[in-house]
């Protein structure tokens, strides 16, 4: 056999091959064999022949135009279109909002929803608990994520937060939620429960795993602060940054579990995003694509969420989060010599006195870097907590609330001594009646009573809300107390009319 021969004979062996190899995937091969040969045929492809084989990126959805609320903030840097209908960039550290879009209209979190269940499952079972999943675990829609759990497997709870968090598992999360909450629906209502007292308006949990129900939502402000809490927890932050993670083998599977973490900013790679500390994606066909991150640079913390998102999540996320570090700058407002206090008499003593930097020791602000607006506070004591709001302009950005000391307890004492005093010098300067000249006496007292009845109304008003369940007390008793009248009226004459037909009968007698 001849040197050509065996060179054909092993080609066509390893064209032979190369179909066997790529019989699960016949599409891939298919498309490199008709370049091949579109090759061979026409090596001398026009441009646009070219440009016309090459795939077009997706038209921007309508969403990409929708208003962006914060944007009509005077003086507050414009924030960049995106495609997700909804979308939030916030401070970690403080709540304060700096981008939103459509912040508080409802949508499916998908598997962002993983942010509440792995948060309740850390505080509430140890790392080290072992958790034996039940038939639970087949609950799941067919083909959504799992890593293969199998009813009586056991994981610790430590390797079942990474399966909720780094791998998405939708079986794990379910799993999860019927042991700490006794049954899923259990767990749900702790979900829900924990969102209310966060502070969530608009958000409601009917599963653990966020796959889709017309009932599961939440809004891009919520998940902000539902992820804000969460991240307060070491155990949570150390997961989310985590690359991969290895699940050992169980006592049903021999084989090690390989888990890489699903969001793409925090892995290497073409959408890795420097400072980002962790996040979660999620996604169902009708929910899109979810996303949440964090993020440090220049001593600023960040959340972002977008939500239903098609293909530029990652993208629209990148692009907010350089919107806020590049125009936002933090400031401690105990420094910052631009800050007013409101013009109440409270915060007139605490300017005064010097007391508003320690009234705002604690605080800190994200503000542009150049900003445009009076940053002014308006503070207030509410049962020895100082609470604090703070404006840009006519804006409110953020509200505090924090234990007052002694000084600034002193003057919010004194400004309450000194509004009550205004209070009663104007009420005794109304009081005192002008002088009247001799000719307009009549005018003048018609005067005096109109002024009397003003002055009758105004005080009512003043008396608290109370005023009026007591004056319908007040009228029933009086009609209460006529009706009896009356009827003590009628029977005294009914009773003198009939001692008089007596004593006319016995003088008949």
Known sequence: MTAKKLSHLLGAFLLGTALTVNTGNPGVFAAAQDNSQSTVQQPQATDAAAAAQTPQEPQMPESYEWEIQSNSIKGWPLGPKVAAETA???DLDSGEILYAKGIDEKRAPASTTKIMTAMLAIEKVPLDQQITFTNEVNNI?????HIGIKPGETLTMEQSLYGILLASANEVSSGVAEYVGGTVQGFVDMMNQRAKDLGCENTHFVNANGLYDENHYTTARDLAIIARAAFQNETYRNIIKTEYYIIPPTNITAEQRWLNNHHKMVVSGAQHYDGCLGGKPGYTEKAGNTLVTYAERNGMRLICVVLKDNIYHYEDTKTLL???FDNFQKVPLSSYDSLESSQDTFGEVLKEQGLLPDAVQDTALLLPSVPEETVLCKPQIREDTLHMEYYYGDTLLL?????????????????QL?????????????LEPEPV????????????LKGFASDLAARFQELPSWKYPALLLLGAALIFYLVMLIIRIKRSRRRRRREKARKNAAKKD
């Open 88 to 90: 939030i960039v916030m």
């Open 141 to 145: 829609e067919a083909g959504s994520t």
């Open 322 to 324: 350089d919107f806020a």
């Open 399 to 415: 509200s505090t609330d924090a234990p007052a000391s002694q000084a600034v307890a002193d003057a919010w004492e004194q400004s």
């Open 418 to 430: 000194s509004e009550r005093q205004t209070e009663q010098a104007s009420a005794v300067s109304d």
């Open 437 to 448: 000249p001799a000719s307009d006496t009549s005018r003048g007292a018609s005067q005096s």
